[in-house]
């Protein structure tokens, strides 16, 4: 088992940048693959980003590629989420997660172990 702490977010203005943190603890964090997701009022939480083991191999949703960056660090086990070039729409709570399997997984019925969730707001 593993459990996650996030930290960061808050509230910025379109085209600014965030920073969104996830501390692990637990099991061998290194065996898990990290993805955040978000969800909007009103809307079903949606895949973000996701990184692998190694920190190699990592995804995007189409509506966040270019503009986030995915980073983990296994030695101090934690994960990061940059978000570059905000827009009001990126407004959510934010969800980062883990689950033990294969692959770098979009589906949030893949992850087992969940983040509190913190939110980000941007303003036009």
């Known amino acids: 088992q593993v459990q996650l702490v996030q930290s960061g977010g808050g509230s910025v203005q379109s085209g600014g940048s965030l920073r969104l943190s996830c501390a692990a603890s637990g099991r061998t964090f290194s065996n898990y693959v990290i993805g955040w997701f978000r969800q909007a009022p009103g809307k079903e939480r949606e895949f973000v980003a996701a990184i692998g083991w190694s920190g190699r191999s990592t995804d995007y949703a189409d509506s966040t590629k270019g503009r986030f960056t995915i980073s983990r660090d296994n030695a101090k086990n934690a994960v990061a989420l940059q978000m570059n070039g905000l827009k009001p729409e990126d407004t959510a709570v934010y969800y980062c997660?883990?689950?033990?399997?294969?692959?770098?997984?979009?589906?949030?019925?893949?992850?087992?172990?969940w983040g509190q969730g913190t939110q980000v707001t941007v303003s036009s």
């Open positions: 997660a883990a689950h033990g399997g294969y692959g770098l997984a979009k589906s949030l019925y893949d992850y087992h172990y």
